[in-house]
């Protein structure tokens, strides 16, 4: 089983730099042993150590300066041991010349691929190599550990934001609408149970926005000022809508259950058809049978086809009662409702209210 322990991340740092200085690294004492034992030994590059006990074997390193350095993280993977009380986030780069030693937390983890190249791996044989701009979502419990590039002459700046889970939550609801397709997959996947996700990995390139979004974050949290705290837990909440924003498509989904590829492009073509799209006119568009595209659906996002339909319908019609100055009829041809009668029973049954009032509240 792979350690418990992530403190070792978080060796305490020099934080005098600010966030682009990263572009000449300042190597700290302990980033140094380590530079000159990946020298001794470069097949660090390419191997995972399932416990720290293992990898101290392996190299016959007991006794030594790092054993002492990898003890000093303890088996606590409590938030409070990472995040300083009354804050919500924590952020900081991770140590140059990490090994790579499986660890797992109890919290949400997003890596940012400041600059380089390295290799996230969750598992001995399943790896990806990631980049600069690559930003990884790490649920809670999932053992992963980032491998360096021995091709590089540089170690690969990774800024790690760690974040309660009550804080990803708040940020996660602030902008993904309760039925949406998109906010069923990622609530689904974040989260559920029966049907985890090992990461959600976005391809953001040298997105300048995002980029300077953390850079805006990182320095927050070292600026000292008042209230940086809440402006921080809005930085957040930005920064998951630019990322939305602009690489909705730019997604690697990793999955220990059974996934498909094409998940986010069956989940827009849902958005942008929901009015009169049929389950067999989507599996033919995507060379599935109707079989195969009711599971893809349903482990991605917890919900039937019809579900998702009727979800979006009500969703669209709500926004255009509130928006919108049209006639029931003419709502109804746009959300794919055939009957007025229908349209009106079904969305007081499920928002408690008539259209009609609906839209009367909606204007006060």
Not at 97 to 105: C, E, F, I, K, T
Not at 201 to 228: A, D, T, W
Not at 254 to 266: G, R, T
Not at 358 to 363: D, E
């Amino acid at each position: 089983m792979p350690d418990k322990s992530n403190q070792f991340l978080q060796t305490n740092l020099p934080y005098t730099h600010s966030f682009p200085d990263f572009k000449e690294p300042v190597y700290t004492e302990t980033e140094l042993y380590l530079k000159s034992l990946t020298e001794q030994h470069p097949e660090l590059y390419h191997q995972i150590f399932q416990n720290r006990e293992d990898f101290l074997k392996h190299f016959q390193l007991r006794g030594s300066k790092l054993e002492e350095l990898l003890a000093q993280g303890g088996m606590n993977t409590e938030e409070d041991a990472f995040i300083q009380s009354g804050f919500d986030v924590n952020i900081f780069r991770r140590i140059f010349y990490l090994p790579g030693l499986m660890h797992s937390n109890n919290f949400m983890e997003i890596k940012y691929i400041y600059s380089g190249s390295c290799t996230f791996c969750i598992s001995q044989d399943t790896r990806y190599e990631v980049t600069t701009g690559d930003i990884i979502f790490i649920p809670p419990n999932t053992p992963c550990c980032i491998l360096e590039n021995s091709r590089q002459d540089f170690s690969p700046v990774v800024i790690n934001i760690i974040l309660r889970r009550s804080t990803f939550d708040q940020a996660f609801s602030c902008f993904l609408t309760p039925g949406d397709v998109l906010s069923d997959f990622f609530s689904h996947a974040l989260y559920s149970a029966k049907h985890p996700v090992d990461f959600i990995l976005f391809h953001c390139g040298k997105e300048s926005v995002i980029h300077e979004m953390i850079g805006q974050i990182y320095e927050e949290n070292f600026s000292g000022l008042p209230y940086r705290e809440k402006l921080i837990n809005t930085y957040i909440s930005q920064l998951l809508i630019l990322i939305l924003r602009y690489h909705e498509k730019d997604i690697v989904i990793s999955s220990s259950e059974e996934s498909d590829q094409n998940l986010m492009e069956i989940l827009q073509y849902i958005r942008e058809h929901f009015a009169t799209v049929t389950l067999q006119e989507i599996s033919d568009h995507f060379n599935y049978s109707q079989r195969q595209m009711r599971r893809i659906i349903k482990n991605g996002t917890g919900h039937n086809f019809s579900e998702l339909i009727k979800q979006q319908k009500l969703n669209k019609s709500a926004d255009l009662l509130k928006t919108e100055n049209l006639s029931l009829d003419e709502i109804c041809q746009q959300t794919g409702f055939h009957d007025t009668g229908y349209f009106c029973r079904f969305f007081k049954e499920n928002m408690g209210m008539t259209p009609s009032q609906f839209r009367s509240i909606q204007s006060r």
